[in-house]
């Protein structure tokens, strides 16, 4: 009889791991980007372009699977281009298709942390020196159009006293990506580039030449404008950094009236 009891026991043991088990994987296949990301909201980049500078885009996911695309050809045209329409996840979770209004047009996207990766036709990811140029991010856009005042410069806090004509601040501006500001003694403009996986450069940036009381601060400040080549936003915190080092700068957003 126990023997019996025992030979019944084991295939119902065995069949209750197999269902844990199978259970355990669907889990885990289930975990995706779809449903483990925080995915709606709006990526900006700079796409390749053959003939211009660069195609600025600007991508606005929406919750009910809407889109919009907004882009402008740098150093070609001032004009904005607005494409809507509707947007479908592949069946993994890990990808959208977004389809234009009018079913003209289709684009096709990897989707990851705060990043959209835009694919081939064939659905795969684009290879190569420009790889990176196919990445649009949530912090490019978060980054344009605001005032950062700084706040730490090589690890010390910045404290702005009458040794300084203006605080140092950085605006980046949208048109022609340009950056703007004051290093504490004199304003400063230059062009800067952004690239995928919040890389950037802030190159040729030019002052103007008055002197001031204490200059080391604007000297320190010019150069870490030149070395920055990776930036981070956190809530309303910007840092600069070069590579992994410890930030070069910190600035923090201040809300204009």
Same mark, same amino acid.
């Given at each position: 009889?126990?023997?019996?009891?025992? %030979?019944? %026991?084991?295939?119902?043991?065995?069949?209750?791991?197999?269902?844990?088990?199978?259970?355990?994987?669907?889990?885990?296949?289930?975990?995706?980007?779809?449903?483990?990301?925080?995915?709606?909201?709006?990526?900006?980049?700079?796409?390749?372009?053959?003939?211009?500078?660069?195609?600025? +885009?600007?991508?606005?996911? /929406?919750?009910?699977?809407?889109?919009?695309?907004? $882009?402008?050809?740098?150093?070609?045209?001032?004009? &904005?281009?607005?494409? +809507?329409?509707?947007?479908?996840?592949?069946?993994?979770? $890990?990808?959208?298709?977004?389809?234009?209004?009018?079913?003209?047009?289709?684009?096709?996207?990897?989707?990851?942390?705060?990043?959209? +990766? /835009?694919?081939?036709?064939?659905?795969? @990811?684009?290879?190569? %020196?420009?790889?990176?140029?196919?990445?649009?991010?949530?912090?490019?856009?978060?980054?344009?159009?605001?005032?950062?005042?700084? &706040?730490e410069l090589n690890g010390k806090p910045v404290i702005v006293d009458s040794s300084f004509r203006e605080e140092p601040?950085?605006?980046?501006?949208?048109?022609?990506?340009?950056?703007?500001?004051?290093?504490?003694?004199? $304003?400063?403009?230059?062009?800067?580039?952004?690239?995928?996986?919040?890389?950037?450069?802030?190159? @040729?940036?030019?002052?103007?030449?008055?002197?001031?009381?204490?200059?080391?601060?604007?000297?320190?400040?010019?150069?870490?404008?030149? @070395?920055?080549?990776?930036?981070?936003?956190?809530?309303?915190?910007?840092?600069?950094?070069?590579? @992994?080092?410890?930030?070069?700068?910190?600035?923090?957003?201040?809300?204009?009236?």
């Amino acid at each position: 009889m126990i023997k019996s009891i025992i %030979a019944f %026991a084991i295939p119902l043991i065995m069949m209750s791991c197999s269902s844990t088990k199978h259970s355990t994987e669907n889990a885990i296949d289930e975990h995706n980007s779809q449903n483990a990301l925080d995915w709606d909201g709006i990526y900006r980049g700079i796409l390749p372009c053959a003939d211009c500078e660069g195609i600025q +885009t600007t991508i606005y996911l /929406q919750k009910d699977l809407s889109f919009t695309i907004k $882009s402008r050809y740098l150093g070609k045209s001032d004009s &904005v281009f607005q494409m +809507t329409g509707r947007f479908t996840w592949n069946k993994e979770g $890990s990808q959208i298709t977004l389809t234009s209004s009018d079913s003209r047009e289709k684009y096709q996207y990897q989707v990851g942390e705060n990043i959209l +990766t /835009q694919l081939d036709q064939e659905g795969k @990811k684009i290879t190569g %020196a420009l790889a990176n140029h196919y990445i649009l991010s949530k912090t490019a856009f978060a980054l344009y159009e605001r005032y950062w005042k700084l &706040v730490e410069l090589n690890g010390k806090p910045v404290i702005v006293d009458s040794s300084f004509r203006e605080e140092p601040y950085l605006i980046f501006k949208e048109e022609n990506n340009r950056v703007v500001g004051n290093d504490g003694c004199n $304003s400063l403009s230059g062009p800067f580039g952004l690239e995928g996986m919040n890389r950037i450069t802030i190159s @040729k940036v030019a002052a103007t030449l008055m002197a001031c009381p204490d200059m080391n601060t604007a000297q320190q400040f010019m150069e870490v404008l030149q @070395k920055a080549d990776h930036y981070q936003i956190d809530g309303d915190m910007l840092t600069l950094n070069k590579a @992994k080092m410890a930030p070069l700068a910190r600035f923090k957003l201040v809300v204009m009236n």
